[in-house]
């Protein structure tokens, strides 16, 4: 018989909409342990082991994919894990074990051999979906700062090269339907649905199977950068310094002077090795969330938009350009966001290196207590990002100066197209 690059017949197409999982070990969610919580099955080739929707990789699920279809990749392949284990171990918090506080990440997603042993030794393919390592974090602000004096190398958190060390994880969304349903206000039925129909039919057991109740969603996940000691994460006497950052690929990775990404990424990682340095620890929690989760197409529209509009680019109708293209002005919706703080055991941040009301409030309303609220410095703002800057302090984004006017709104202009 005929087969496929991937090893299967070609007219052979399994379907899973309706059936499946007479195996499948059962999740329950917010469980106190990792075996009495359940695996997450997802991405295996034996379907009576499935127990969610979806597979594991977010958005790079459609590259593994395309590496079967090519036959680059056998769909029998199981990961070998030998030492890969964590560098440094995570929890278990008291968070992990409340369903309210942990939605949308899997708080045992990264011990995986440690936590199901015997279901891994009968043959089940568990993946994890948190990786955590050590690394080196190189940037030219960095080492300005220590050029001018701002930073001090120690040779522990920063070393005279320039090079910060960090601990680092890779988180991957893992969605327990019923609460993300409850943070957004919704009904799971409805979210479902929505799930489906906006994703093109993408995954039909999303209404076809009400008993999976866990997601695994084709978006990006989020890296998390600790500089210090994580164990300190959790300590409520250790001052935590800490940023959740939405990705803004062209100002973070090439520089854009549109806005303030960059300058404020760079200036939390500044602040938190100083906090480290102070015997306080650092958190910055990175999202793949471009272009406010509108996404890149979108956002240089947006930009086109506010240069070409009649007048230019002015900070009075920053937000009402984004609208006009999107639909809505922001998409980042905050609501998840403090899942992977409470995964870290977070009770409280002693420095939030923010300015936004909506992260301050998604990470106040979820039980984390906020003390001193840290704002850019003005000379480092771009001059084309005044524009950006002086519309989301106007719309409630914390400053520790002035709230620009309506007036003073029409009167920041950008420069040219750019960005």
Known sequence: MATTASGRPPGHIRLTSHSGGSAAPSITWGAPTAEARGPVIATTTDRAHRNVVGTHSGSYSVYRALAVAAGALSREHRADLTNTSPTDIVGPHPQWSDPKSIVSIDPW???????????????????PTIAITKAHVILPEIAEA???GRLHPDGEVLLPTG??????????????????A?????????LRRVLFEETGGMYPELVTRSDLEVFLPPIGGQTVYIFGDPTKLSDPGTELTARVHDECNGSDVFGSDICTCRPYLTHAIEECIQGVQRGGVGLVAYSRKEGRALGEVTKFLVYNARKRQEGGDTADQYFARTECVAGVQDMRFQELMPDVLHWLGITKIDRLVSMSNMKYDAITGSGISVGERVDIPMELIPADARVEIDAKMAAGYFTSGAVPTT???RQVKGRGLSG
């Open 182 to 190: 409850e943070r957004f206000g919704c009904t799971e039925t409805e």
């Open 163 to 180: 090079a910060a060390l960090v601990t680092k994880a890779a988180v991957e969304p893992v969605w327990w339907l019923p609460g993300v």
């Open 407 to 409: 007036d003073d709104l």
């Open 109 to 127: 997603g990264a011990t995986i051999a440690e936590s199901f042993p015997e279901l891994l030794a009968r043959g089940y393919d568990i993946r």
């Open 146 to 148: 220590i050029a001018s």
